[in-house]
């Protein structure tokens, strides 16, 4: 049976960078805020945002994630009323993913929110990528054009690395794409897959 390894870090750690390695020797991967993305695109999913948040977030009938987002970030309650309609799609999906992969030993679901959504539970095993503060912190404001205060108000909603790292399997310090390469290496050989993705 595939073994689900979940893949998660704080914004800015680069577990999209990380995951794109484990693709490179051959692991499928699952970006779970992608394909949520592609998700909120039905028509269901559209319905139940309009329904439960009104249509003023939607412009020409697309939604304004920029909208949603401001909606939902400081509201606890909002938040949970989003999970709630967009969570049980994706993993409805990803279980979907998972069966067209039952041919591989483990499959990568990399998520930011991996602990903080409880999906942390469906994986056999648990890799979090951490970074230096200040690292994650450019790494957004360049990636986001964003402002410094916003990314940390951002890193302040989600777990600390120490909280991921108690309920982790393995860590993989994400500061060169050559030291990740080898940490990642090490974990595969631990895992005895390295014959299947060399």
């Known amino acids: 049976m595939t073994k689900i390894i979940g893949l998660t870090g704080g914004i800015g750690s680069g577990k999209t960078t990380i995951a794109k390695i484990f693709q490179s020797f051959g692991i499928p991967v699952y970006i779970a805020d992608d394909e949520a993305k592609k998700i909120m695109q039905s028509s269901e999913i559209i319905n139940a945002i309009k329904e439960t948040f009104g249509t003023s977030i939607f412009e020409n009938e697309i939604l304004n994630r920029q909208k949603l987002a401001e909606i939902v970030f400081d509201n606890p309650e909002k938040l ?36 903080e959504s409880g999906r942390y539970k469906d994986c056999d095993i648990i890799i979090t990528v951490t970074a230096p503060v200040e690292t994650r912190i450019h790494r957004v404001i360049e990636r986001d054009k964003t402002t410094r205060s916003l990314v940390l108000k951002r890193i302040k909603s989600q777990w600390t690395d120490d909280e991921r790292i108690s309920k982790s399997d393995f860590v993989i310090e994400n500061t060169s794409i050559e030291e990740a390469k080898t940490e990642i290496l090490k974990i595969l050989k631990i895992l005895k897959i390295k014959q299947n993705v060399s």
């Open 80 to 115: 949970e009323q989003l999970n709630k309609i967009v969570h049980p799609a994706v993993k409805k999906h990803f279980d979907e993913w998972v069966l067209k992969c039952k041919d591989n030993s483990y499959v990568i679901y990399e998520a930011a929110i991996l602990f």
